[in-house]
């Protein structure tokens, strides 16, 4: 039986946030980069096929991705190779030497490892040839996670959309703008945003010191 989650309390609302690209810079950066692949909207509910949290990291935890034009650069190819290789993506959350996904699989998906292998491939020779250096190793590996249980999916859903603000990147998690925080909200119902965000995340376990 289904657990009913719009019965779950509802968070407080969150204040301001502070962290904000100039308007300027950011206009410049989107017109370089092809539109992102966007996914539908969440889905917020187990059922029989996978739905896996990854946790990637660059070699040696190296800040590799450390300007806005490279987060964007990864965050489009995440994006991209996920619907290639048929997983929605459902949160996401990029930064300079590490991400965060939880994508939910289907029958005709690709294997998880060769989605992450050819995402983790082309995001190496982009990011190196914009840094002018070859052959550099970029990524170090990846952690997954399948999700059985409702709770623990449900708390990691916010635990991705909330870890900028565990990084202290950002406030308010909708303020970081290379995260899921924005899309889920304008994507998903009301109802679905308080009961995401209601969800503690502090008991969590994540290797996520990066």
Known sequence: MKKDVSQLPTPEPS???TFKLPPARLVDLKSQLPPKDWPHAPVHCLADNAVCFVTAGTLHKKQ????????????????THAKESGW????????ANHYHIVARGNPDSRNLGD????????????????????DRPVWFNFRDTKLTIQYSYLARLNYVHQNAVKHKLATVANQYPWCSATWFERTASPAQVKTIYSFKIDRVKVDDDF
């Open 15 to 17: 204040p301001p946030g």
């Open 88 to 95: 929605q993506l459902e949160a996401w959350a990029v930064f």
């Open 64 to 79: 590799l991705f450390d300007t806005p034009k490279k987060r964007d650069l990864l965050e489009g190819l995440l994006l």
């Open 115 to 134: 989605f992450l292998h050819d995402l983790h491939g082309v995001s190496s020779r982009e990011l190196n040839k914009l840094d002018g250096v070859k």
